[in-house]
């Protein structure tokens, strides 16, 4: 028999240890979530069109949510970005940590010490969402996860993206990783404009690693006619995420969702805010397009206020900065304008305006609208290429003149 002293000397250490891994179990779960709070996921939507950045819809836009593994697009971008520079190829190794290997689900299973491929990296990240691969790319990037999430923070700044932290590669929870579904859909069409080649990876539906076949997580791309892109994302806090890209008649728009109840609820959801896009954009009408002023993807841009500050009746003005072949060409001409003369267009709307000429040629027209009358003279002294124009007293119905 233990004497008492004895006794409680010997249980002492043992109920430290006890109390030890309840305490290391209770930090493990709250950092995988486990132990996450009820649900507090904010729902938002937006739809753009593609091409200009005209809000077709929008709910929310600009309130800051967990973005979980929507994160994952500004990872792919970094990839892309590297690729682009001919820091890797897709056939580069990237080695894999042991950190890396213990990242929890949706993984691949990594195991420390081991290797993979650039291309495969870029396939389990796009359809797999897989943590262990975000890790390991952020890692071979910049050493640290850390210092990773840094560069991800800067690069999304500078890209117009001013809502938007991360503190992570991956999505996975973190007090302090949040954006928005604006934000979200102004990393969208820089992933389409700045790395077009690379946005197939998007529309992959599945792929194989050490003989495992992975599907993707975003079913849209089988139920939705026309739907070939982006990305799905989800963590207790956030609810269910969705950036969605689709394409008929050659338009393309771009879809986010914030905070939906459930992956089925999501995607009906999603589908539905698509459609009132494409019919938005396929009215008959035949009313211009109006577009916010989005700012340039730079380290210079600079928010533009589309709300005016001055009184309607002064907010008769615009200018034009020159008419284009394409939407695009006319939607980039603005924005370098408000790049160029952001002290007098702050407050203005991108308008592009469809031209029919007697030969057939079709131009799109760039103007900034909704300013002062002295502001558009002194946008023009700014620019070379610049015509001052009276327009109506507001965007909508500055819309309905040519």
Not at 280 to 309: D, E, H, M, V, W
Not at 367 to 394: F, H, N, P, Q
């Amino acid at each position: 028999m233990i004497p008492r002293a004895a006794w409680g000397q010997s249980m002492k250490p043992a109920s430290n240890i006890l109390k030890n891994i309840i305490l290391c179990t209770f930090f493990l779960c709250m950092s995988t979530g486990v132990l996450s709070t009820p649900a507090q996921a904010k729902y938002a939507s937006l739809v753009i069109d593609a091409d200009t950045g005209e809000i077709l819809h929008a709910t929310n836009e600009e309130t800051r949510n967990y973005p979980a593994s929507l994160t994952k697009m500004m990872t792919l971008y970094m990839i892309f970005d590297g690729l682009e520079r001919k820091r890797w190829s897709l056939s580069t190794k990237l080695k894999v940590s042991r950190r890396a290997a213990r990242q929890p689900a949706s993984k691949l299973g990594l195991r420390a010490g081991s290797t993979i491929t650039v291309k495969q990296a870029i396939l389990a990240l796009a359809t797999k969402s897989a943590n262990d691969v975000a890790t390991t790319v952020a890692e071979n990037i910049s050493g640290r996860e850390r210092n990773f999430a840094l560069k991800m923070t800067a690069k999304a700044r500078s890209l117009g993206m001013y809502k938007t932290t991360f503190r992570n590669a991956s999505g996975l929870p973190h007090r302090a990783q949040m954006s928005t579904a604006k934000d979200m859909s102004i990393l969208a069409r820089a992933l389409l404009r700045d790395f077009p080649k690379y946005y197939h990876y998007f529309s992959t539906q599945s792929f194989r690693y050490n003989g495992v076949k992975y599907s993707t997580h975003n079913k849209l791309l089988k139920t939705y006619p026309g739907a070939d892109g982006f990305k799905t994302g989800y963590i207790r806090a956030s609810g269910f995420n969705l950036v969605a890209s689709a394409k008929r008649k050659g338009r393309r728009i771009i879809g986010v969702v914030f905070g939906g109840r459930s992956s089925k609820q999501r995607n009906r959801h999603m589908a539905k805010l698509l459609d009132k896009g494409f019919a938005r954009i396929f009215n008959q009408t035949g009313a211009p397009l109006i577009a916010k002023a989005t700012p340039k993807a730079s380290s210079k841009a600079k928010t533009i206020n589309t709300t005016s500050r001055r009184t309607p009746s002064h907010d008769t003005w615009g200018v034009q900065v020159g008419a284009f072949a394409k939407v695009s060409q006319a939607q980039n001409a603005a924005e370098k304008a408000i790049d160029k003369a952001s002290r007098y267009l702050n407050g203005g709307n991108i308008r592009i305006v469809k031209l029919n000429k007697r030969s057939g040629k079709v131009l799109h027209r760039a103007r900034i609208v909704g300013i002062s009358k002295r502001d558009a003279y002194r946008t023009c002294r700014v620019l070379k290429d610049c015509m001052e124009l009276r327009t109506a007293s507001s965007p909508e119905l500055a819309s309905r003149l040519n």
